[in-house]
């Protein structure tokens, strides 16, 4: 057995870089190579383009990705995993065969975890479940529900990796379970062994994000200067039997690994430290130590875990109505009384029209459109961008409010330019928890004749 | 004094809460930022935009404390109006918070 395994993470988010995926592929020395790729609600999305056509539905850069680390991977025996599965998981896996038929590795044989997709379990029993953050149940959004996804645990994972498949591919699984799988694969961590499972969530979160941890989204000239940022690598854990492990990145490559930049991401998008909630166990991090053992390496021990609860998060796709927005920019001496006057028109003529009932933003852009009016400032700036948003029912709604933003041009303030116009769709996020027994996960094994 | 001299930020999101951790660059200073960066402080700073209640945890031996705010961002992420729905900005902007 490796006393030490290897575990890189190839992309922090569904857009991330390649080339810094490829570099660790071909120069970490890797077991596992980790590609985390779906936000909250990347499913439901994914989920619309599979109700259009069958074949789709999967992250659109598998392929790219695939093609750029497959064989480094399969030459050095690097196996992977990634949730690019997104709401179209086998068909993900059988692109990943072709991707391989094409660059002539027939060898590939790929596991794919399926189970995750709960939706038609919780239509027949779960419309009476509490949608959390509110006062609805599931059945109050029945009507607009697109899709109803469990986060898996680690556990779901272990059979494909029992197999003898290089690439393994999921839909909706906790971010940090993709990398506490291999960890509980391969040093047999039990499923109750709650302190390594806590250690190997803890690896598992700070390589989540990829660059998140290496300088990415660090830098502020003067106080937080990051090396060679244009080419930033993508991190990589050595971890120890114990789950205590080494944060760090592959020579060469741009970035650093810090106690700041490891710190900035062990708190990030966590709430109470001592109770992180995953479907494998309850990390607690708040004993976390991270030490400095030489450039861009970086210890951490005193992860922990507490027994996992009896339910499964599972988020929600749902329409929410439609959002329409204006933005038009105002330079020169009055900019910004003259995009005051702008967004006061907006407001009066969407009013007359029957809109003032709806939710809606009138910002200044450049004066107060992230803070609202909490910040002053005694200059006035050289340019300010009027911006108009309403969340509206009807598509046909929203452009109306679009057009009264452009409309500024012929009907509002001097000098105003550059309008653009948005209509989009709102697909929200929402979630229940359902009992982790209603939830049957299975495995399928796919190789190069497709089967 | 700006907290940006003594410490360095950053948000996540949460449905419609905004994680906001602050770390000292050097753990002496993490007392200063104790004292002075309550729950009710921290919200009173982003006036406005966090509606609260505001929690704060702290992890000393990282010199860092660690804010959920909640009501932060508009009805959520995939919900808000807001031109920054993530919150992200947010981060920044209390590295303007003055400590005397």
Known sequence: MKTTLRIGAGAGYAGDRIPPAVELAEKGQLHYLVFECLAERTIALAQLERSKDQDEGFDPMLVARMRAVLPSCLAQGTRIISNMGAANPLQAGHAVLAVARELGLPQVKVAVVMGDDVLATLTQSGMALPVLESTQTLGDLQAQLISANAYLGAEALLPALQSDAQVIITGRVADPALFLAPLMHHFGWAPDDWQSLGKGVLVGHLLECAAQITGGYFADPGYKDVPNMARLGFPLAEVSASGDAVITKVAGSGGCVTVATCTEQLLYEIENPARYLQPDVVADFSQVQLTQLGPDRVEVTGGSGHPRTDTLKVTLGYRDGFIGEGQMSYAGPGAQARGQLALDLVRQRLADAGYGEFEGRYDLIGVNAIFGQTTTSPHEPAEVRARVALRVPTQQQAQHVAHEVEALYLNGPAGGGGATRSVREVIAAAAVLMPRESVDTNTVLLNAEGH | ?100
């Open chain 2, 1 to 100: 004094m700006l907290l940006r001299d003594i410490a360095h930020t950053r948000t996540g999101d949460k449905g419609n809460r905004s994680t906001l951790s602050v770390i000292a660059y050097d753990k002496n200073d993490f007392a200063l930022l104790e004292q002075h960066l309550s729950a009710e402080r921290v919200q009173a700073h982003f006036a406005g935009t966090v509606h609260g209640p505001v929690e704060r945890y702290a992890l000393p031996q990282l010199g860092a404390l660690n804010f959920v705010m909640h009501n932060a961002l508009g009805g959520g992420v995939t919900r808000s109006l807001a031109l920054d729905a993530h919150g992200k900005c947010l981060s920044a902007h209390l590295l303007a918070f003055v400590i005397e």
